[in-house]
């Protein structure tokens, strides 16, 4: 998998309104209702992982989800974060603030 350039990764954010680009990776951050809720979406988000064989790096504290998207292999963002950051939007229904 190649890694995307920056260019490609911001047009690529623009279907991603909830998710930015920093420290080489693409990060969201979802709130929840309470900890039911945020530990419920990342059971969900677990599968979807597996199923892709793609992790992220994600903390969770009360109703708050914080990811970051990168493969390590390909040292940056690849089209496999951009997959898996769909994926986890269609699992997550953040509250809005």
């Given at each position: 998998?190649?890694?995307?350039?920056?260019?490609?990764?911001?047009?690529?954010?623009?279907?991603?309104?909830?998710?930015?680009?920093?420290?080489?990776?693409?990060?969201?951050?979802?709130?929840f209702e309470n900890f039911k809720d945020c530990f419920s979406a990342m059971s969900r988000i677990a599968f979807e992982c597996e199923a892709l064989g793609h992790h992220p790096d994600w903390s969770n504290v009360y109703n708050v989800l914080k990811i970051s998207l990168t493969t390590h292999d390909a040292d940056g963002?690849?089209?496999?974060?951009?997959?898996?950051?769909?994926?986890i939007e269609h699992i997550v229904e953040p509250e809005d603030e």
């Open positions: 998998m190649n890694k995307l350039d920056e260019n490609t990764i911001e047009k690529k954010l623009l279907q991603l309104p909830m998710w930015d680009y920093f420290d080489n990776a693409i990060h969201a951050e979802f709130e963002v690849t089209d496999k974060d951009f997959k898996l950051a769909h994926a």
